[in-house]
């Protein structure tokens, strides 16, 4: 079957629920073969089913839809960004290896002490994970700072004007995730600490 739809999704949310293929296609009213065919990507179901799985896996039909447009598994190498794509104001962009994921993107920065990374060039409308992997490093979000050691992680709005400068050489990955991506909207609708650096 040539699709850009991955269904193979529905065996790994069927297993979060603990369900086999018949109950699930018990569940959602369906037959075994037709809901096995599915979901080893033989037959490409119509709406009407697609909805009946959905609401068996207690999810929307356009989110399971949005699931299995993405591929299950997708490798890419990081690369250091052109300066095409980024902001002549940015600072500090041949510190960063970009791994671009559709919208999403993984950025890993080696620094050394002083260096001074500034590259909202990079950023669309996303939530941003900052992980510090070693050394220190101060992150400035608009007119609050923080500090951030080894094993920190901060999350945030990426669209916020934010820089970060290195204290002690060392490496960190930030991660811009998509705002429409709903998992991130419930935790930042958490309460957390919210601690500024000293």
Known sequence: MNSNYDFRIIRVLRRRLSLTLQALAGRAGLTYPTVESIETNKTLPSLRTLDALAGALQISTSDLLGLAEQRLVQRRRA??????????ADEGLENCR???YDKGKLIRVTAETGDHI??????????EFCYVLSGVVELRIEDKTYRLRQDDTILFNGLLDHSYTQIEAGEYLTIH??????????????????????
Do not use: C, F, W, Y
């Open 79 to 88: 690369n250091t960004e052109p300066r095409s794509h980024s902001l002549r």
């Open 98 to 100: 970009v791994a671009r």
């Open 118 to 127: 500034h590259v909202m060039g990079l950023h669309e409308d996303v939530h």
């Open 177 to 198: 995730i998509p705002r429409d991506a709903r998992i991130i909207e419930a935790l930042l609708g958490n309460k957390s600490e919210d601690v500024p650096g000293q």
